[in-house]
């Protein structure tokens, strides 16, 4: 394969274009029944900021339009706004009976500020769409529902609340939308407590307010402006983020917060966290139906307002979001037709192109590219990728230490998946690791040209006997560069080790040099924890003395059980090139590197406190009783 084949790949499995010819797909829809308008006025709403004139309603006739054009296709539906329950309850009706009518329509869900919902709207739904999902928007708490008031200034939290209660009363299960703003900083726990005591909920998924880039307030529509608008403006200034906004790092911070009290107090037993479980899939090579996290991005994502404009995500800024006229568009060929010549999209595509070289790019899956998007115009870029791939770092952390949280934090071992990398029988390998008695037969060791020691000899990844300390031909078995390295992670450490490479630079041939490195496995959650904070201390004992070209760093992975099918957490320690050195002078100083490496390992002890030599937020929970 080429490179710009490889290239190419990588970004389709990023982001995915719109086909006319797909039937599997599905496509969003997110149907704004009543545009912007709205009978409350949070300070933060995006939709208002657009200025679009709203008032009017989306009809069922547009509902058919959407059949049409998507012809053959499954449709996720959305109703939106505003406040979609604005639209009055005999239209919801039309609208309702219309989407059921279409067998392309799969899935109906309700996004609401829930003031409206009453028992009226529940038997309505109960008769026209008793799979209706609904969704509430709640920031928390009282406290961190600071920003979501009326036109009067007065905050809506109560009547959300209630519509909570009412929900449950009537055996419904709602999702949460939770708007994180500085009023929930520093309080993740009592926030998802909070949202957790509503037994109605069954999600919640946390948003940033990343609205750094909003310099004015929104305009009002009459000549006086209400209570509310007079609130915005306060907290507006030109030289300053709004007050509802906040940092990339800051959200970070408060989603694994966030995640570590989900795990340790036990709501994911009943309750699914955004973006945690999505986080969590992507680690363990699992699909998502979040965009943010897939390859169905802002091409496979659709708005539609009363007055027939349809354009891409919501979230997008309009009008240069706008796509077509939904009564003048014929297919779908004519939609991805106006995807392709669309100067806004083609920022975003371009936007996620800087992901194919990342090392987290099958993780993070991307983000949002209308995130990215107002980042990028605020040259914040960096800022968003970095809060991404700590999430990715933080979640996995918690994965494998889910009892000593702590790790979360650390921002020295990083998730560095390895691909191939697996072993026949794990647990088999550790019982014979530990039991003396245990058969060890003979192995065939055989050494390549370049250095590698396994059952071939032969370079590259080529298969090798899993052998334990106490087999006679351990000893042969280590590679004689990273002997030093094992030596002490096994004798002094007591730590199991799953690999172990001396590093090879392959000359004169196709192969792509390897580093040098050793595999650990530990046996369980503590003292992984212990190992990850050790290394975490070595590492950054060491790295100031090593050679210019040399670079050391800890990973963490997963090692799946051939046998078994189930993955292990492991940790992986790399010397390898520094950025921008040449490979010989690389392997020329590695040895040096090896030995002072070497001597930081032995300087610590994993069997201590799980602490690592990074900072960690005063409010961060630093210890987990699992349940």
């Not at 969704?135 to 007065?154: E, F, P």
């Not at 230490?401 to 390998?429: E, H, I, K, Y």
């Not at 963490?556 to 078994?564: A, H, N, P, V, Y």
Request: hydrophobic share 40%.
């Amino acid at each position: 394969m080429s490179r710009s084949a490889a290239h190419g790949e990588k970004f389709d499995h990023m982001y995915r274009s719109l086909d006319p010819g797909d039937t599997r797909h599905a496509v969003s829809v997110i149907m704004k029944l009543r545009g912007e308008t709205c009978d409350i006025d949070c300070l933060y709403c995006y939709e208002k900021r657009k200025e679009a004139p709203g008032g009017a309603r989306i009809g069922p006739g547009q509902v058919r339009d959407l059949a049409r054009i998507f012809h053959g296709r499954p449709l996720a539906v959305e109703l939106h706004g505003g406040e979609p329950l604005t639209v009055g309850r005999e239209r919801m009706a039309e609208i309702l009976a219309e989407l059921a009518r279409q067998p392309s329509v799969r899935r109906v869900t309700l996004q609401t500020n829930g003031v409206l919902l009453d028992a009226a709207w529940l038997d309505l739904f109960d008769a026209h769409c008793p799979d209706l999902r609904i969704g509430i928007s709640l920031d928390g708490d009282a406290r961190g529902n600071a920003w979501r008031v009326g036109y009067d200034g007065k905050p809506v939290y109560p009547r959300v609340a209630a519509a909570l209660r009412l929900l449950a009363g009537r055996g419904r299960r709602a999702g949460v939308i939770a708007a994180v703003t500085p009023a929930v900083l520093g309080r993740a726990e009592a926030v998802l407590d909070h949202i957790a005591g509503f037994s109605s909920v069954d999600a919640v998924s946390f948003v940033p307010c990343f609205d750094a880039g909003v310099r004015r307030a929104t305009a009002s529509t009459g000549r006086r402006a209400t209570v509310s608008r007079r609130l915005q403006r306060a907290g507006v200034a030109e030289d300053r983020a709004p007050s509802w906004a906040v940092h990339p790092s800051d959200y970070a911070d408060f989603v694994l917060a966030a995640t570590a009290h989900w795990i340790s107090a036990g709501h994911f037993s009943r309750m699914k966290l955004e973006p945690a479980v999505s986080t969590i899939r992507r680690i363990r090579g699992l699909d998502t139906a979040f965009c943010h996290f897939s390859d169905m991005k802002c091409d496979h994502v659709f708005t539609l307002y009363p007055d027939g404009r349809f354009g891409s995500c919501d979230e997008l800024p309009w009008p240069q979001a706008r796509l077509t006229q939904l009564d003048r568009t014929a297919d779908q060929a004519a939609v991805a037709a106006a995807q392709h010549s669309n100067r806004l999209l083609s920022q975003g595509r371009s936007l996620m192109e800087r992901c194919t070289t990342c090392d987290y790019r099958d993780t993070c899956g991307g983000g949002c590219v209308a995130t990215r998007w107002r980042h990028d115009l605020a040259g914040e870029q960096d800022a968003y990728c970095d809060h991404r791939m700590r999430l990715v770092d933080g979640i996995a952390a918690l994965l494998a230490q889910p009892s000593a949280p702590r790790g979360a934090w650390c921002r020295t071992l990083r998730w560095r998946p390895r691909d191939p990398n697996s072993m026949g029988d794990v647990g088999g390998f550790l019982a014979r690791w530990h039991d003396p008695h245990a058969p060890r037969p003979p192995v065939r060791l055989r050494t390549s040209a370049h250095g590698n020691i396994n059952t071939a000899g032969l370079p590259g990844t080529q298969e090798a006997d899993d052998l334990d300390p106490r087999h006679p031909q351990w000893d042969r078995a280590i590679e004689p560069g990273v002997r030093p390295l094992v030596a002490v992670c096994t004798r002094q450490w007591g730590c199991v080790t799953y690999d172990s490479c001396q590093g090879h630079e392959y000359r004169g041939t196709a192969l792509d040099p390897v580093p040098r490195r050793v595999g650990l496995l530990p046996r369980n959650g503590d003292e992984y924890a212990a190992v990850a904070a050790a290394l975490c201390r070595a590492l950054h004992t060491v790295s100031p003395l090593l050679p210019p070209a040399v670079t050391a760093e800890a990973g963490r992975s997963d090692l799946l059980c051939r046998t078994s099918g189930r993955t292990t957490p492991v940790l992986d320690l790399v010397l390898r090139p520094a950025p921008g050195r040449p490979v010989p002078e690389f392997f020329a100083e590695l040895d040096a590197a090896t030995a002072l490496l070497t001597d930081a390992l032995a300087a610590e002890d994993p069997a201590g406190d799980a602490v690592c030599a990074c900072p960690v937020p005063a409010d961060a929970p630093t210890a987990a009783a699992l349940p």
